[in-house]
């Protein structure tokens, strides 16, 4: 089912959550909308959902209008942040709840059940409570609840914010995997950059209600279309168009500021005419990475990333006088502070 949203706002008093958004999302894709804390990406998922109704503009889903169609009319599945899993229910009765009010015929809801178990790697895990399993267990749960009733969408609001790094990560992969079994279109929310380059087909990247930009993942960090965008994903320094990096280097940024991601950074230990000097205040060593704090002559600091690698060729050590110059520089219409 592919959905298309059409100049859709949404306000709750005077906060402007949703502000004349247009958006369509491919049938059978993986879509991230990401950004920070009320940037409204949570309030577009409520819309599409049903949970919410616009204030105006319209919501496609395969072409007809579902503005105004209830969350059932809709068959989509949801899935939230905290599980909400129903704790005195087992595990298949969880999965299986969907179906019961569905009516569906016993023998369907056990060989369905029995289907998501397997596919969510929950086999013989069944006839336990929410109690008993661990965090990522349980939203594996919540999904396989969420898919029994065969939903045409599925919309995951924050679906690993409940859960430490290695299990988010660890599910990250899992739902890709699972995603590429099931291919039910699916939009996720996260705010989390990583989560969102790493599972998604697409990413819709919003701020302030509106959206900045939609894109692949390699579409989004190579060619940001605002300094926003470029900003939130990814590490990035921002300095003056002034700064003599940018003189010595021969970049000509036609606005006040520019914008240069960590390993954009290059650095020589010898000055070659389009070097800026700079020190070496700080290394942070990150295993598979270097990040490198740099200084230069008027106070402005830089940080630079470096693999394992030309690190070791380098040589280098704190305090060492360095030459830096920009790689892929960028400069945006309007200024942005982070």
């Known amino acids: 089912m592919g959905i298309v949203v059409e100049n859709v706002s949404k306000q709750f008093g005077s906060f402007k959550a949703v502000d004349e958004v247009s958006l369509e999302i491919k049938s059978g894709s993986l879509v991230a909308l990401l950004g920070p804390s009320g940037s409204g990406k949570s309030t577009l998922l409520r819309l599409i959902s049903g949970l919410e109704m616009p204030d105006s503009g319209k919501i496609l889903l395969t072409g007809k209008d579902a503005t105004y169609q209830s969350v059932q009319q809709r068959n989509i599945g949801f899935?939230?942040?905290?599980?909400a899993l129903f704790k005195h229910l087992t595990v298949k009765q969880n999965i299986a709840f969907g179906l019961e009010i569905r009516?569906?015929?016993?023998?369907?809801?056990?060989?369905?059940?029995?289907?998501?178990?397997?596919?969510?790697?929950?086999?013989?895990?069944?006839?336990?409570?929410?109690s008993q399993l661990s965090g990522g267990q349980r939203q594996r749960v919540?999904?396989?609840?969420?898919?029994?009733?065969?939903?045409?969408?599925?919309?995951?609001?924050?679906?690993?914010?409940?859960?430490?790094?290695k299990v988010r990560k660890d599910l990250r992969a899992w739902l890709r995997n699972l995603h590429d079994e099931v291919h039910?279109?699916?939009?996720?929310?996260?705010?989390?950059?990583?989560?969102?380059?790493?599972?998604?087909?697409?990413?819709?990247v919003m701020n302030k209600g509106r959206v900045e930009q939609v894109g692949t993942p390699a579409e989004i960090y190579d060619n940001p279309a605002t300094a926003f965008v470029m900003s939130f994903i990814g590490p990035v320094n921002v300095l003056p168009s002034n700064s003599k990096i940018f003189q010595s280097s021969g970049f000509n940024a036609p606005h006040p500021q520019v914008f240069l991601r960590p390993q954009d950074v290059i650095l020589e230990t010898s000055a070659n005419g389009t070097t800026t000097p700079a020190t070496i205040s700080r290394l942070i060593h990150l295993g598979w990475e270097i990040q490198v704090e740099l200084t230069f002559d008027d106070g402005q600091v830089m940080m630079a990333h470096l693999t394992r690698d030309r690190f070791n060729d380098l040589e280098l050590e704190p305090q060492q006088r360095v030459y830096v110059k920009p790689k892929d520089a960028k400069s945006f219409p309007v200024s942005y502070s982070i």
């Open 142 to 165: 919540a999904l396989a609840r969420a898919l029994a009733v065969e939903p045409e969408v599925l919309l995951l609001d924050e679906p690993f914010g409940a859960l430490d790094a």
């Open 184 to 204: 039910v279109t699916t939009v996720f929310v996260t705010h989390d950059q990583e989560e969102a380059m790493e599972v998604s087909d697409e990413v819709v």
């Open 79 to 83: 899935v939230f942040q905290h599980y």
């Open 103 to 130: 009516k569906a015929q016993p023998k369907k809801i056990k060989g369905r059940v029995e289907q998501l178990l397997e596919l969510v790697q929950l086999t013989g895990l069944g006839d336990r409570y929410p």
